[in-house]
T-cell receptor, first 112, second 110 residues
Framework: DTGVSQNPRHKITKRGQNVTFRCDPI?????LYWYRQTLGQGPEFLTYFQNEAQLEKSRLLSDRFSAERPKGSFSTLEIQRTEQGDSAMYLC??????????FGQGTRLTVV | KQEVTQIPAALSVPEGENLVLNCSFT??????LQWFRQDPGKGLTSLLL?????REQTSGRLNASLDKSSGRSTLYIAASQPGDSATYLCAVNRDDKIIFGKGTRLHILP
């Protein structure tokens, strides 16, 4: 297992377009988290899954954002009608319950 | 609401010095605390995890302590090296949500 994998690593999109990111967690981990990080700030919690169930969503996650984790394996984060304020690093992490969390390398989104 | 604060925000020290990074959190009811390293433009690398029942963890030149009752953790780096230059993030896990501080940007001067 090579750890948490995120694709793509970089995405440049025009304002108003939809984008989708993928996260492949460590295979035996039942928890999967999405975070957003802007320059000079710590990662901000967006949402998390326990297996395929989405258990919590931050108020940061507007109606334009949706996340799925079908079959409790990989996860996707979609942003519809992107805005310049969506430009950030999107980080995915996975863990087993109550144990160490491991992060992927992130997807850097630039909205132009 | 859990808040995590890291002090200082930035730190520059000469190579070879020992240093301490500080983390404080407002709600002591945590499952665990984790220290991460982040290089510019990269993801997070886990350094140390301290469970709520533990007082400290060590890995090589790194030692992390946890005082849950006072809401504090420290990361001690011994004999610092230029390769230690990075941002160090503290995160607490409560209610299955991992909450981060803003990090300490560390620069080790050769």
């Amino acid at each position: 297992d090579t750890g948490v994998s995120q694709n793509p690593r970089h995405k440049i999109t025009k304002r108003g377009q939809n984008v989708t990111f993928r996260c492949d967690p460590i295979s035996e981990h039942n928890r999967l988290y999405w975070y957003r990080q802007t320059l000079g700030q710590g990662p901000e919690f967006l949402t998390y899954f326990q297996n395929e169930a989405q258990l919590e969503k931050s108020r940061l996650l507007s109606d334009r954002f949706s996340a799925e984790r079908p079959k409790g394996s990989f996860s996707t984060l979609e942003i519809q009608r992107t805005e310049q304020g969506d430009s950030a690093m999107y980080l995915c992490a996975s863990s087993s319950t109550g144990v160490e969390a491991f992060f992927g390398q992130g997807t850097r989104l630039t909205v132009v | 609401k859990q808040e995590v604060t890291q002090i200082p925000a930035a730190l520059s020290v000469p190579e070879g010095e020992n240093l301490v990074l500080n983390c404080s959190f407002t709600d002591s009811a945590i499952y665990n605390l984790q220290w991460f390293r982040q290089d510019p433009g990269k993801g997070l690398t886990s350094l140390l995890l301290i469970q709520s029942s533990q007082r400290e963890q060590t890995s090589g030149r790194l030692n992390a302590s946890l005082d849950k009752s006072s809401g504090r953790s420290t990361l001690y780096i011994a004999a610092s090296q230029p390769g230690d230059s990075a941002t160090y993030l503290c995160a607490v896990n409560r209610d299955d949500k991992i909450i981060f501080g803003k990090g300490t940007r560390l620069h080790i001067l050769p």
